[in-house]
């Protein structure tokens, strides 16, 4: 499914991805609103995102999307890559972020590893996240030092919450902290025990209630 503001561009898309082997494109959707109802209706796999989208933009309609369609995941595709587009993105549960300069091959493996249900971010994108998990990581520790975490998390479980809010799967926070997938399995078990989290839907919105993301 593709959710897109500009005929030409959804036009575009739209050819793009019916000429994809094993992939079927089912709707398009013109704005925020009738993607979020044609999800609902269809509940495609992946649904690719817009940012700028009249009625309701492309942050709220992936945030309602996730919430209530939590098997289809949304892939952003979008001209703007500044921090003000992309972790909001990020927070309202998209697990891919792509600009629209990205390649055919680039956009049809996107679609491919979210549905297998992983997560795939441009390349640019990732350096943004890791750079903006070093800069916080001074804070972190200082804050740390001066008072208990909320719950006895460790400043590494915080770390790994902070990621985990950002988007990113476990092979990209090992990759970001430079540790093992099992290491990463290890922290990630010990916040949803320590916070009582189910899943990482729940962990994120543990992450913003106690002012530890954003």
């Not at 030409?8 to 898309?13: A, K």
């Not at 492309?58 to 369609?69: D, F, L, W, Y």
């Not at 476990?170 to 997938?181: G, H, M």
């Amino acid at each position: 499914m593709i959710a897109d503001d500009q005929r030409v561009v959804r036009d575009g898309l739209a050819m793009l991805v019916g000429l994809m082997d094993g992939v079927e494109l089912i709707a398009t959707a013109a704005d925020g609103n009738e993607a979020i109802e044609l999800v609902a209706q269809k509940r495609p796999d992946v649904a690719l995102m817009d940012l700028r989208m009249p009625e309701v933009d492309g942050v709220e309609a992936t945030r309602q999307i996730r919430s209530a369609n939590s098997e289809t995941q949304v892939l952003v595709l979008t001209t703007f890559a500044d921090d003000a587009s992309l972790f909001p993105a990020l927070e309202a549960g998209a697990r891919g972020y792509l600009t629209k300069d990205a390649t055919a091959e680039e956009i049809e493996h996107a679609i491919r590893a979210l549905a297998c249900g992983k997560t795939h971010l441009d390349p640019q994108i990732q350096e943004r996240l890791v750079a903006a998990v070093a800069e916080q990581r001074p804070a972190t520790e200082a804050a740390a030092a001066d008072t208990q975490l909320a719950d006895d998390l460790t400043p590494r479980e915080v770390e790994v919450l902070k990621l985990i809010a950002a988007g990113m799967s476990n092979a990209e926070i090992a990759a970001t902290l430079v540790v093992s997938d099992a290491t990463v399995k290890t922290h990630i078990n010990h916040v949803f025990a320590k916070t009582g989290a189910r899943d990482r839907a729940q962990a994120v919105r543990y992450a913003y209630e106690q002012g530890i993301a954003g």
